[in-house]
């Protein structure tokens, strides 16, 4: 019994660090922003990378939102390349899709906002997007994956900063 209640203390710490609390008022503008943008995305890959391009507008637009709260976030670097990414949702990883060939590569998927979330993870901080999409959750199952990338709600990672 006491392993499992320090079990369940540690699990509960790590969660609550892992994940803060968003002040509502962000939330709200964040939400009332991208309402204004495409819940749809066109499913790409690169290498063995698959993801769901999005219009960029869900950073170059929502960015601006976070600075506003916090100035030390800064624009996730989707930009930097002569053949950027851009603003996406990461749908399946490298090493899900070795040996699969995804037939649904360039169809379009749908999406629904959820909310705003500050993650950290590995010395960074990250606001993220977090939506739903069925259709998403779908097309992993078909090819033999967890409907969630890792366990975790498809996100749009809109801002990050160093701790």
Known sequence: MKKY??????????????????????N?????EAEKLPKTGILKQRKNYVYLALDNQYIHSLYPIIQNFDNKFQ?????RKADPIGSHISVMYEKETENLNIEEI??????TLNKL??????????Y??????HELEKLRLK???????????????VAIKEL
């Open 5 to 26: 209640l320090l079990l369940l203390i540690f699990v509960s710490i790590n969660l609550v660090s892992s994940c803060s609390p968003i002040p509502s008022a962000l």
């Open 28 to 32: 709200s503008s964040i939400l009332q």
């Open 75 to 79: 624009k996730p670097p989707y930009f």
């Open 106 to 111: 360039n169809k379009s998927f749908n999406f």
């Open 117 to 126: 979330k500050l993650v950290e993870s590995k010395g960074k901080s990250y």
């Open 128 to 133: 993220v997007l977090e939506i739903e999409s």
């Open 143 to 157: 090819y033999g994956l967890p409907k969630l990338l890792n366990g975790f709600k498809f996100h749009i990672t």
